[in-house]
């Protein structure tokens, strides 16, 4: 979800909790107009035309600050791109930046979580990010390696933990909906007038422009306003509703690039920049299959067939004896030996041997290979699949990196932290006194796992 609000409705949502794996998704194009070049979105019937923008997108109003936070080598009042020879290089990618996530359910978490790395601080309500009790899988997957604060926005006591998060912070990242950031002092206005050398990163579901900023988004929606019920349905099938959260991952993955391309142009120039990332772009950008050719036509391309088993007989699924393969022949030699093949009399173990002589890539469609997975110790060893406790469940288990920085190890020793577990270290870091911290426990401002929760109006 993208533009949620910490008090609003609870949308769709989909991840991988621990020892669950999410489906996979069929290839996809789209029936809009112009897939690549131009759209045609129905318009909402409150108005506001639907028009598709970056992906991604920098802020329109820059502010030029003294120098960012934590960056070797500087040069007078702006950061400088070299870092010395002599000066020791980062344990982790990004060690040394700050990230405070302000964000809940899947797309606004998910984008902290993929800056490896940084030091960041997950901020949920005193009584818990709203996914918690819904989709605790989501929540899982979305906050391991970050530390957790639960904070009252809502209240005075609150807003002055947040400043002094935000005055800590090198980025502030969130998915609240432009109606509710202010209110929250998250808006971009509020965020500068504490610290102007933060990179504001916020992930909406139409994005900032236009008419429909505060308007809520979920994945679904945006995957029907794309045509992926249509096209993963199968040519000829009536509309199927897929699994949930593929454009919340792809939205939560453009924000964190964006950020990471804001935090660089930081450091070069000392400029502090915001960037936007919505369900919308993501859903056009994912979609561009084709384009309209001279004649305004939507020029051809591959679609699910009728039997949802593949994009034609050298690129989908074939029935075995015992089971399914997956196949992909991209040249005439392959496709010569598939069609050779007599799936149905063949085991996928004799396929796949058939197969790997005629050098085709293929592979079995595995169904409940996930449990062999997390229980591999050889996976454990290699750190692909990471192990950790959890304070309210115990051991976790879960895939390792999303990808590999060489020698650089990634944060992948924390679990998700239960709500408010690291409250008082992150108040006694922010130069909270202990006297001030009590207070704000009385009052109900913060909560943790092992602190008194005041009842609040």
């Known amino acids: 979800m993208a533009g949620g609000d910490p008090r609003g409705r609870r949308g769709g949502r989909a991840d991988q909790p621990a020892r669950v794996a999410a489906r996979r998704r069929g290839r996809s194009g789209q029936r809009l107009r112009g897939r690549g070049l131009r759209s045609r979105t129905r318009p909402h019937p409150a108005g506001g035309p639907a028009v598709p ?81 819904w989709r605790d899988g989501f929540y899982v997957a979305c906050n391991r390696g970050k530390r957790g604060l639960a904070l009252d926005l809502h209240s005075p006591e609150g807003a002055r933990v947040r400043d002094r998060l935000l005055a800590w912070a090198d980025v502030a990242h969130h998915n609240i909906r ?146 399914w393969v997956a196949v992909v022949a991209p040249d005439e030699e392959r496709f010569s030996a598939v069609r050779a093949i007599d799936f149905p009399s063949l085991t996928t173990t004799e396929a796949l041997a058939r197969l790997d002589a005629a050098r085709v890539p293929a592979e079995r469609v595995r169904e409940f290979h996930w449990f062999s997975v997390w229980d591999d110790e050889e996976n454990l060893r290699t750190r692909q699949v990471v192990s950790y406790p959890q304070r309210e469940w115990g051991e976790l288990r879960q895939f390792g990196a999303y990808w590999d920085s060489g020698d650089l190890p990634l944060r992948l020793d924390r679990a998700c932290p239960a709500v408010g577990e690291h409250t008082t270290e992150i108040l006694a870091e922010l130069s909270f006194p202990p006297g001030d911290v009590a207070a704000l426990l009385r009052c109900g401002a913060v909560a943790g796992p092992e602190l008194p929760v005041t009842e609040t109006s």
């Open 178 to 323: 432009a109606g509710a950031a202010p209110r929250l002092g998250l808006d971009e206005a509020s965020v500068r007038a504490v610290n102007p050398r933060v990179v504001f990163s916020h992930g909406t579901a139409y994005g900032p422009l236009g008419e429909r900023p505060n308007w809520p988004g979920y994945d679904s929606v945006f995957q029907a306003m794309a045509g992926w019920n249509i096209e993963n349905a199968g040519e000829g099938n009536p509309p199927l509703f897929n699994h949930l959260g593929t454009l919340d991952i792809l939205t939560a993955a453009g924000s964190a690039v964006a950020t990471l391309l804001a935090l660089y142009h930081r450091r070069r120039t000392g400029v502090a920049s915001s960037t936007a990332a919505s369900l919308l772009n993501t859903a056009t950008f994912t979609s561009n299959e084709t384009f309209l050719d001279e004649s305004g036509a939507v020029a051809p391309c591959p679609r699910l067939d009728g039997d949802q088993a593949g994009l034609g007989p050298d690129y989908g699924i074939r029935p075995a004896a015992d089971g």
């Open 53 to 133: 923008h970056a992906a991604t997108g920098r802020g329109a109003r820059p502010r030029a600050v003294a120098g960012p936070a934590h960056c070797r080598g500087t040069r007078g009042n702006r950061c400088s791109a070299e870092v010395p020879p002599s000066a020791p290089g980062p344990r982790r990618p990004l060690e040394g930046i700050r990230v405070v996530d302000f964000g809940a359910y899947l797309a606004g978490p998910l984008a902290p979580l993929l800056l490896a790395g940084a030091e960041v601080i997950k901020v949920e309500p005193v009584r818990g990010d709203p996914v918690r009790g």
